[in-house]
């Protein structure tokens, strides 16, 4: 079947010729042999076996035709964890990982290290969020919720899988959590923000493969933000934290929004590592003068 290097080169060119990202090749080598990368390089002259050849072809196929690496292997990386993932929850994404980056900082400087707080991660898709927040912050009792039945089931797969104790909501927003008066100090959400318009522009490997309920809302992407700022005032508690993460250049609207639904809150713009407006913060409550930071 030819060496290990023969198969990339085959790969890299079969995706260049199909418009994908030729590094995609290496990322499914590895999953197929079960090594990391260094352990790759030092094998490339190795003879490859053929049943692993012909899954990696296969594979190779499969993403050319569309479907992502993510699902095809069926688990993506996010604060160096390993999350199950499929056709029904969105691929987490590296610039999520500063939500959850900025929210523990934030937690700790309104509430302490230690109180114990009740979070929500609404929309919670694969438990990337939730999850990641209480395996990092264990004195917080986190909830996840979505609308997507058959989402939940892959955050509590990976609940389970990562020994994260996080309570599980079906409903839609924050419905449930208002029928019940449920009340939390921290609502966190990443929820869809791409204008449907959007969807012309986009690649195949995401629009024909990821749910568009994670994706899209409206024709300008701020529909369920509209919502959540709508329901935020009957949820939190008098000391508060919000943190959304929003598409590129929504950051004034989702400010204003947040704004007209709490007066009294500070909100704060936070851009992302290629400097676009990425996250907004809204604290109600007071932060210690000494807790400070510096926005990228």
Known sequence: MGK???????????????KRDENAGELLLRFFLHMDRSTLLANLREELDQDVFFRFQDAVILHA?????????G?????GRSFAVNEHVLIPRPETEELVLGAIQRI??????????????VGTGSGAIALTLKLERPQLNVTASDISEAALRVASENAAHLSADVQFETGDLLQPFLEKGKKFAVVISNPPYIPLEDKRSMSVVVTDHEPH????????????YRRLAEELPFVLKEKALVGFEVGAGQSEAV??????????????????INGKDRIVFATIGSVPDTAKRQNS
């Open 4 to 18: 290990v290097y023969e198969a990339l080169q085959w790969a890299s060119s079969f995706f260049s010729e199909h």
């Open 65 to 73: 035709e569309g479907k992502p690496v993510q699902y095809i292997m």
């Open 75 to 79: 688990f993506e990386e996010f604060y």
């Open 108 to 121: 700790e400087e309104l509430f302490g290290k230690n109180e114990v707080v009740d979070v929500v991660d």
């Open 213 to 224: 309920g994670a994706l899209f809302a409206g024709e300008d992407g701020l529909d369920l």
């Open 255 to 272: 400010t204003g929004l947040l704004q007209q639904a709490l007066p009294t809150a500070k909100i704060e713009t936070v851009y992302d």
